[in-house]
């Protein structure tokens, strides 16, 4: 990875706007805290960002640190991960995310978050432990592959065990030893 200057710094502050737009939105919605039109305005924005995201992989391949920088790959990332309405777009931003992991111009652990997601929202078994769902009661793992070896597959990707990662969650999103009244909501484990 490099810390020399990217070459789109306006794709990196387009990419940062919308991530953070979005992820203040997410937080409220966590929090209970939008009415209907609101949500839809966020699902509109996750949208109108994945619509963005797919011009830029079509235009530039994976938004890298080298493409634009750590903060606008880490917004991409994000932006992507939450493209849940549109799992072909998913399993094709993780493929081009994986390239640039092998050309060291991204995290493996974004990669190992976005291809659980991936899975995940096509109902098939996650591999690293990196989706979860917020109950009003509880967090738990999405469905994962064989279990007894995830904490194997989570170092390959430079991910603490499961346990560790799992009381980190509960931590953040169950303060008080229960979750926010929300109906359910897929989280990823923070990378």
């Known amino acids: 990875m490099t810390t020399e200057e990217p070459q789109r710094p306006d794709l990196a502050r387009e990419l940062i706007a919308r991530a953070t737009e979005s992820a203040a939105h997410r937080a409220k919605r966590v929090r209970n805290q939008l009415d209907a039109v609101q949500l839809g305005q966020g699902r509109h924005t996750d949208h109108a960002n994945t619509n963005v995201l797919r011009r830029i992989l079509a235009e530039h391949d994976w938004p890298g640190h080298h493409l634009v920088d750590s903060e606008a790959a880490r917004a991409a990332w994000s ?7 549109d799992p072909a777009f998913l399993r094709a931003a993780a493929t081009l995310l994986g390239r640039a992991v092998q050309a060291d111009d991204a995290p493996v652990q974004h990669w190992a978050h976005l291809h659980d997601r991936a899975l995940t929202t096509s109902r098939r078994n996650q591999e690293y432990g990196t989706q979860l769902l917020l109950r009003a009661d509880r967090i738990e793992l999405c469905p994962l592959r064989a279990p007894e070896s995830v904490d194997k597959r989570r170092a390959t990707v430079s991910l ?3 346990a560790v990662a799992l009381e980190t969650v509960r931590r953040r999103y169950m303060p008080n030893g229960t979750a926010y009244e929300v109906p359910s909501v897929v989280l990823a484990e923070a990378a």
Do not use: Y
């Not at 932006?79 to 309405?85: F, G, K, R, Y």
């Open 160 to 162: 603490p065990p499961i």
């Open 79 to 85: 932006i992507a991960l939450h493209s849940d309405d």
